[in-house]
């Protein structure tokens, strides 16, 4: 005969049971997406990668150093990773340009390139232009190398100390700055629009839907569309030949590479930065590797993610390794697994380093 003592043991059991259950239904129901850290069960082999295979060119980054001994730890992490060069993007004009240019070129001559903006100051008005030009002009003096980051998502053009907003890149009034850039060799970097997954509806079916609400683009009013920001950007190229263009993010056609691919096919005054859209395009390896060997003359490194030490290393692991099935998500913000590209050397001495030397010959 059961003891009262075991049957109230085991009706506790049950009822914890049922409980912790209970429990863990309604957590894995009330699961935020932002909150999942999914890790792989698979064991494979998997590369530990610490410093760049061939020497690097950052052709994609900002002025993230907050004061000479950031700049100064900057130039040490760039040592260890095997970063000759980096470009700082610096969407400025007049002395906030003059500043910065003095904090990292002035200070690392040789280890920072400082590229300017443009001054849009005046864009609606009939005698927006000269002035512009007039800056762009002392700003190379002054020591910039290019002109960039410029910006775009849809709505004008911000990526600067002075918005203009209803202003693109095929504006006619623009044609007077990238004439000038043409004349003074500087290359302009371009972001035009943002990953697709930004312009589609938030809901189930966005797989991108961690990192795009954040960036949602969907909700804006008269925004133009993704496609045709990539118009936009072919009517520039091809009106201004002589310009050297540098679409960032691989031009944002990471989810159809081939859109970017029949532009570089057009256009040689056109090439395309890699930086910050590793984890948009690891996810698909095979095609993502071929069209690196299809474009590897017109592709270059970027980073554009801080200067960490690990935020490079995952860059070298997604193009050096062939490492399957890892996740980045604090890096990232995708939950989605990733793989690397297993580049050759021949295309890795390109990406890191050739490319970029080739544009600052032309």
């Keep these: ?9 085991a009706t506790s059991c049950i009822f914890i049971g049922s409980i912790v259950q ?5 957590n894995l129901e009330n699961l935020s997406l932002k909150n999942y850290r999914p890790h792989s069960i ?14 690097v060119v950052d052709m994609h980054s900002h002025p993230y150093a907050e004061n000479k001994e950031e700049i100064a730890q ?26 910065i240019y003095a904090e990292y070129a002035g200070e690392y001559p040789g280890r920072f390139e400082v590229w300017c903006g443009f001054d849009y100051s005046g864009y609606d008005k ?11 002009e002392r700003c190379a003096k002054a020591g910039a190398t290019g002109v960039g980051e410029l910006g775009d ?22 044609d007077p700055l990238l004439e000038k850039c043409a004349e003074l060799k500087l290359p302009v970097s371009i972001h035009v629009a943002d990953p697709k997954w930004m312009y589609e509806p938030m809901d189930s079916t966005n797989d ?11 909700n804006q009013k008269d925004i133009i569309s993704h496609s045709g920001m990539i118009d936009i950007l ?16 691989f031009a944002n056609c990471s989810y159809d590479l081939k859109k970017l691919g029949s532009l570089l096919d057009k256009y040689q005054n056109l090439y395309a930065d890699i930086a910050a859209r590793y984890a948009e395009t690891a996810p698909i390896p095979r095609f993502t590797a071929e069209f690196y060997k299809k474009y590897q003359n017109r592709l270059l490194y970027g980073t554009d993610m801080g200067f960490d030490k690990n935020m490079y290393r995952i860059t070298f692991r997604i193009l050096e390794s062939s490492d399957e099935h890892f996740y980045e998500i604090e890096q990232f913000g995708y939950h989605w697994p990733l793989y690397g590209l297993g580049l050759n050397n021949k295309i890795l001495k390109k990406i890191y380093k050739k490319n970029a030397l080739k544009i600052f010959k032309k």
């Design 42 to 55: 698979y064991q494979i082999p998997r590369a530990n990668i610490q410093t760049a295979r061939f020497p």
């Design 126 to 136: 009939p005698e927006f232009g000269p002035s512009a030009v007039a800056e762009l």
């Design 74 to 99: 900057w130039v040490r992490t760039m040592d260890e990773m095997g970063i000759e060069k980096t470009i700082i993007l610096t969407m400025s004009t007049g002395a906030k340009f003059d500043s």
């Design 22 to 26: 209970i429990f863990a239904q309604n």
């Design 1 to 9: 005969m059961i003891s009262m003592k075991k049957m109230f043991l």
């Design 208 to 218: 991108g839907l961690m990192n795009a609400v954040e960036w949602r683009l969907d």
């Design 153 to 174: 998502k849809g709505k004008g053009l911000f990526y600067c100390d002075t918005k203009a907003w209803g202003m693109h890149l095929d504006d006619p009034r623009m």
């Design 234 to 249: 072919e009517r520039a190229v091809r009106r201004h030949p002589n310009t050297i263009f540098i679409a960032c993010h």
